[in-house]
């Protein structure tokens, strides 16, 4: 295919100042949770832009929004670019959807320069990836992996109140012109460009990230159960505090997890305690903690060490201690091929790069249990990301997108 197009910079930034209307906070963020009627203007601001072009749109049950650009064999199934347009509640401008409108870009280009690809090119707005209005996130990419809708998410209820079933009903009803495809329809390669959410390639100042794999996550709730009691006349003999035993655990894991392996990421993000009285002994502390690490049985070694620890520790005051995993992301390695196609992309733009890890979840992570697929990372201010103050100097917005349509050119010539 024809080297050396270029992408519109020029349009794309104006489309990310034009769809950051759309929900936009006072701060300069943006505002437009999944399923949402922000979310739902977005969807037809884009579904808008796709009629005028003549591509043709679809929908699946998960709300998953496609735009295609046809190529040489209609057939064979299509190359597929994109991220979400959902927002966190006080998010950024440019998690999703970046991606989302770079690849819209991609297509424009492609029709701008009248370039036939050989299978059609297809951008993807997934719904939910989020997770801050419905729990799971990446809830489209997920069921569009698995091909089904899992029956609990039938009754999941949003943070305000509604019903995943009934604002699907919605969000596609919004969309009436929108043929319906069957959810999980084949693909042959997937590409997410999305901004780093990390201060690395900032602080090294370099441009592009390639992305070889998610790190795996794993979720457990510790419950250290102690005895209540009086704080003025139990003795020390006498207790059985269960904080006493959850900080000495959790001085032991932060001192051990991270230090001793750079890859490992342990958080508490949240602790409870029981009865929560100022004059009484605890009888109960709960904790969660998310564990990450790219290598599935590292993962694994980490839960049994926090496990071991947490029962040690409670065991040493009088308590017992109970571990319960709530959460299991396995790790996923992107495919070499489409990791080959970005990295010529870099090189033939002049681009310097990193070879990186995610960090965070992404629809990626999904896709590649069923397609090849990998992810194109661009810098962020300070790494500040899921915040309203959120920035991609724009230089890098265009160079991402620019980096997006160089890569499937690529990957288009070897199908």
């Known amino acids: 295919m024809n080297p050396g197009i270029k992408i519109n910079g020029d349009r794309l930034l104006g489309r990310l100042g034009r769809f950051a209307r759309i929900g936009a906070t006072p701060a300069g963020g943006v505002n437009r949770q999944a399923l949402s009627p922000e979310d739902r203007l977005a969807r037809a601001e884009l579904a808008g832009l ?3 072009r003549g591509f043709a749109v679809f929908q699946d049950s998960m709300a998953n929004l496609f735009i295609r650009r046809e190529g040489r064999s209609p057939s064979h199934p299509p190359f597929l670019i994109g ?13 999703g959807a970046l991606g989302t409108l770079a690849a819209f870009e991609v297509l424009e280009s492609l029709d701008d320069a009248d370039i036939q690809t050989p299978v059609a090119v297809e951008m ?7 997770g801050s209005r419905f729990a799971p996130g990446a809830m489209g990419s997920m069921a569009f992996a698995s091909r089904a809708i899992p029956a609990e998410w039938h009754t999941v209820r949003s943070s305000d109140g509604k019903l995943l079933k009934d604002e699907l009903t919605d969000t596609l009803a919004a969309l009436p012109h929108a043929r319906m495809r069957r959810l999980g329809t084949p693909v042959s390669g997937y590409l ?7 201060p690395s390639l900032e602080r090294e100042n370099i441009p592009i990230g390639i992305v070889h794999g998610i790190q795996g996550t794993r979720w457990l709730e510790v419950v250290v159960t102690g005895q209540t009691a009086h704080a003025g006349t139990t003795q020390l003999s006498f207790r059985r505090d269960p904080l006493v035993a959850a900080t000495e655990a959790l001085q032991t894991l932060y001192n051990s997890v991270m230090p001793n392996d750079e890859q490992a990421r342990l958080t508490i993000g949240r602790i409870s305690v029981e009865p929560a009285s100022i004059n009484a002994i605890p009888g109960k502390v709960s904790f969660s903690v998310d564990l990450r690490h790219p290598d599935a049985q590292e993962l694994a070694r980490l839960e049994n060490q926090v496990q071991a620890i947490c029962e040690e520790k409670a065991v040493g005051h009088g308590c017992e201690a109970t571990v319960r995993r709530t959460f299991d992301m396995p790790p996923a390695q992107f495919a070499p091929p489409l990791l080959q196609a970005v990295e010529q992309a870099a090189t033939r733009l002049g681009i310097a790069y990193k070879p990186m890890l995610s960090g965070a979840f992404h629809d990626a992570l999904f896709l590649a249990r069923v397609t090849d697929a990998a992810m194109i ?5 300070d790494g500040l990301s899921h915040n309203e103050a959120e920035y991609v100097e724009p230089e890098h917005a265009v160079l991402g997108a620019q980096m997006l349509l160089e890569s499937t050119l690529i990957a288009l010539d070897g199908i």
């Not at 991220?83 to 998690?95: A, E, T, Y």
């Not at 997410?192 to 990390?198: A, D, N, S, T």
């Not at 990372?377 to 201010?381: A, D, E, L, Y």
Request: a negative charge; one cysteine or more; proline letters at 6%.
């Open 192 to 198: 997410e460009l999305h901004i780093e959410q990390g």
């Open 50 to 52: 796709a009629a005028d």
């Open 124 to 130: 993807v707005a997934w719904t939910n990836e989020e």
């Open 83 to 95: 991220s979400h347009l959902d927002s966190q509640p006080m998010g950024g401008r440019f998690d």
């Open 377 to 381: 990372f661009v810098p962020c201010r």
